[in-house]
């Protein structure tokens, strides 16, 4: 019995075949979303240390307005989205004189909270998706298995006997769907793991540089009243 490429996909039926296609598609969104991510996250590690230091820089010297505009030149970066949101919030309601104090900071920190859950989100933008595949394929390629074990007992049946001619085709392609299940699923692991790493640091990095901004603003009124 041929069990050549080309033979098991002659030799697979419909419900073989649409288990296949599944799983390339699978992987195929795996493969994009990866290489999407990575460049997204290496885009915004590289410009947040650039951007990290320039703005320590002019918030030094007092000069707010100068790191608001800076973040709109590092846009891909997650500190000057959560920076930018929080001075740009603080130099405006700082202007309105039916705002104490601790209004302003008060609304400052919501806007930088506000801002952090939506950067956050995109940052896990696609990640989901890795995680259902990777705890699907393996399940869809057990099905493709036991499509493939029927497709044998299914030949076994026609041809009378139970010699390793009339099953290897179907057993072949039993193996064949177990292993595609699984090379799909475990690269999906792994890149959900080391992509919920990466966010978390992201996330932590966004926690700090909150936390130093609303001290900016504490130190700025404090200096202002005396």
């Not at 994009?32 to 240390?49: D, N």
């Not at 740009?88 to 104090?101: I, N, P, Q």
């Not at 394929?137 to 006997?161: C, E, K, R």
Request: glycine share 6%; proline share 2%; with cysteine.
């Amino acid at each position: 019995m041929d069990v050549s490429p080309q033979a098991l996909w002659e030799s697979m039926g419909f419900m073989a075949r649409a288990v296949f296609f599944v799983l390339l598609f699978c992987s195929i969104y795996m493969v994009t979303v990866t290489i999407e991510r990575l460049i997204v996250y290496r885009k915004a590690r590289k410009t947040s240390v650039l951007f990290a230091v320039e703005a320590a820089q002019r918030l030094r010297e007092n000069n707010p307005d100068a790191v608001i505009e800076l973040a709109k030149k590092y846009r891909h970066s997650h500190l000057a989205k959560v920076t930018s949101a929080g001075l740009f919030e603080f130099t405006h309601s700082d202007k309105e004189s039916a705002l104490s104090d601790d209004d302003v900071i008060a609304a400052s920190r919501r806007a930088i909270d506000r801002t952090v859950l939506v950067t956050t989100a995109e940052l896990k933008r696609g990640i989901g998706g890795l995680a259902t595949i990777a705890t699907t394929a393996p399940f869809i390629g057990l099905f493709g298995t036991v499509v493939g074990i029927i497709n044998a007992f299914h030949g076994m049946a026609l041809s009378g006997s139970g010699g390793i001619g009339a099953v290897s085709a179907g057993i072949a392609e039993a193996l064949v769907m177990t292993a595609f299940g699984l090379l799909v699923a475990i690269p999906a692991v792994w890149m959900f793991n080391t992509f919920t790493n990466k966010i978390e640091r992201f996330s932590m990095e966004m926690s700090n540089a909150s936390s130093e901004l609303i001290d900016f603003f504490i130190k700025k009124h404090a200096a202002e009243r005396e």
